[in-house]
């Protein structure tokens, strides 16, 4: 399995991004998170296989929705008002079972490479 994300740039405050993730092979459950420098990982958001159901980190709620297309195999992150907060580096994720805990990193072994969303001030 390949995950390749794109998207990421710089923006300033306020601002829009939207970052995309295509994976290869069979569609499950995919998510969004972040690690910003210095400090760990953490959970952005997850979509299930289908899209139907998706879950949001407090932090970017009303924010930023997550959606998928599985004909295109491409999940993908539609960020609005950004923060500064918000710059980090984003990974894209792949699960390979259903009915997981899509909000755990431990739930995905598969990832992508990474791509760096600044936001200035």
């Known amino acids: 399995v390949q995950l390749q994300a794109s998207g990421g740039g710089l923006v300033q405050a306020g601002g829009s991004l939207r970052l995309s993730c295509v994976a290869s092979?069979?569609?499950?459950?995919m998510g969004w998170f972040r690690q910003a420098a210095g400090r760990e990982r953490e959970f952005v958001a997850s979509?299930?296989?289908?899209?139907?159901?998706?879950y949001y980190a407090e932090s970017v709620k009303g924010r930023f929705t997550i959606s998928r297309d599985n004909d295109k195999n491409t999940v993908y992150l539609q960020m609005n008002g950004l923060k500064p907060e918000d710059t980090a580096v984003y990974y894209c994720?792949?699960?390979?079972?259903?009915?997981?805990?899509?909000?755990?990193?431990?739930?995905?072994?598969?990832w992508g490479q990474g791509t760096l969303v600044t936001v200035s001030s």
């Open positions: 994720a792949k699960a390979k079972v259903y009915g997981i805990d899509l909000t755990q990193d431990a739930s995905f072994p598969y």
């Open positions: 092979g069979k569609a499950y459950g």
């Open positions: 979509a299930s296989w289908s899209g139907a159901t998706t």
